[in-house]
């Protein structure tokens, strides 16, 4: 059975940073992809970044592009998402996906998800 969970969120000050980590075991991922998406209260679900499980290939959403960083540790089965810069409108709850659509920003192509972890930046 496919497991991810999520580690690294919290309180942060705008201007500063976090490291999130999706851990995942249950299955060999050489051929998927894994994505980061995002909800804030009120709002829907949005992407963020993705990044095949080799690293060779990674998305970012407009909106993070130049300040956040997926990457891979195969070795640890786990893939990180560096967050530099961070801003009050990046405050929401950050989920990791598993899927073998490729680095795909839409939540329907993944078929595994994580509990999330609560990231809030203050202004």
């Known amino acids: 059975q496919v497991q991810l969970e999520e580690s690294g969120g919290g309180l942060v000050q705008a201007g500063g940073s976090l490291r999130l980590s999706c851990a995942a075991s249950?299955?060999?991922?050489?051929?998927?992809?894994v994505g980061w998406f995002r909800q804030a209260p009120g709002k829907e679900r949005e992407f963020v970044a993705a990044?095949?499980?080799?690293?060779?290939?990674?998305r970012y959403a407009g909106s993070v592009k130049g300040r956040f960083t997926i990457s891979t540790d195969n070795a640890k089965n786990t893939v990180y998402l560096q967050m530099n810069n961070l801003k009050p409108e990046d405050t929401a709850a950050y989920y990791c996906?598993?899927?073998?659509?490729?680095?795909?920003?839409?939540?329907?192509?993944?078929?595994?998800w994580g509990q999330g972890t609560q990231v809030t930046v203050s202004s």
């Open positions: 996906a598993v899927g073998n659509q490729g680095v795909a920003t839409t939540g329907w192509r993944y078929d595994y």
């Open positions: 249950g299955r060999t991922f050489s051929s998927y992809a």
């Open positions: 990044i095949s499980w080799s690293g060779r290939y990674t």
